[in-house]
């Protein structure tokens, strides 16, 4: 297990592997799947462009991440951070559905220790 801070510098990297002409770069496990993470979030926001990533937890074992993303809503504006994780599937706090979130963030948890 390995915890660490998301950065700006990760996504950099996991955008130049897909457009690098190549460019030779070794990426962490963590930084794959912390890349993979942010992609599948990325996705599911309506500005995707004003993404800030913090507090992010990795999970090797159970290939889940746990973290918070600040993105600006449809109206424009921000409203804090959202806690997400994600295991294949992202999974917001504040979605209709929050079992599937409580469900997935503890399995994340239990496989961190």
């Not at 996991?14 to 794959?32: D, G, H, I, Y």
């Not at 890349?35 to 090797?60: M, N, W, Y």
């Not at 209709?96 to 997935?104: I, K, M």
Request: aromatic share 12%.
């Amino acid at each position: 297990m390995s915890s660490f801070l998301f950065r700006r510098g990760a996504m950099i990297a996991f955008t130049c592997l897909a457009s690098c002409e190549q460019k030779e770069m070794t990426l962490s496990p963590e930084q794959k799947l912390e890349g993979r993470a942010r992609v599948a979030v990325l996705d599911q926001l309506k500005d995707p462009t004003s993404a800030q990533f913090k507090d992010g937890l990795v999970s090797l074992k159970g290939h889940c991440i746990l973290g918070k993303v600040l993105a600006k809503n449809g109206f424009g504006a921000f409203n804090g951070y959202e806690r997400f994780v994600w295991d294949g599937m992202v999974y917001f706090e504040s979605s209709a559905n929050t079992f599937l979130y409580v469900r997935e963030m503890t399995k994340c948890l239990d496989s961190m220790h």
